[in-house]
C-alpha cells in the first residue's frame, strides 16, 4: 500500500490551494485519515484528521481556513486551504490507517511543499 500526495505549490498571502492524496496498492481498507505539516528543525504537526464515518477535527491554528475531505470510492483525501498565510509554508503529508491482509497500520505520503509567500 503507498499514499501519494500532490498539489502543492507557490501562492501568495490570502490564497487558495487543494492538497490531494491517494492510497493504492490491493486488498486495503481505510480508516482515519489525516494530513499533517512540518516546517525545518521542528516536528509534525497535526492539521485536519477525517474518520472513516466523516467526522473531522482542525486545530485553532487551520480552523475556519482549511477543510478536509475524503472519497472513499477513490481512496482520496483532500486538503483545501484557503486564507493561506506565510505561517502555513510547510511541507505537507497525508496519513492513513489502513488495514490489509496480515496488518493494520498507519502509512505515510512523501509529502508535498505548500510555500506562502509574496
Known amino acids: 500500500v503507498q499514499l501519494q500526495a500532490s498539489g502543492g505549490g507557490l501562492v501568495q498571502p490570502g490564497g487558495s490551494l487543494r492538497l490531494s492524496c491517494v492510497a493504492s496498492?490491493?486488498?486495503?481498507?481505510?480508516?482515519?485519515m489525516r494530513w499533517y505539516r512540518q516546517t525545518p528543525g521542528k516536528q509534525r504537526v497535526l492539521v485536519a484528521g477525517i474518520t472513516s464515518g466523516g467526522t473531522t477535527t482542525y486545530p485553532n491554528s487551520v480552523k475556519g481556513r482549511f477543510t478536509i475531505s475524503r472519497d472513499n470510492a477513490k481512496n482520496m483525501v483532500y486538503l483545501q486551504m484557503n486564507s493561506l498565510k506565510p505561517e502555513d509554508t510547510a511541507v505537507y503529508y497525508c496519513n492513513a490507517d489502513i488495514r490489509s491482509v496480515g496488518s493494520f497500520r498507519d502509512y505515510w505520503g512523501q509529502g508535498t511543499q505548500v510555500t506562502v509567500s509574496s
Open positions: 496498492g490491493s486488498a486495503f481498507s481505510i480508516g482515519a
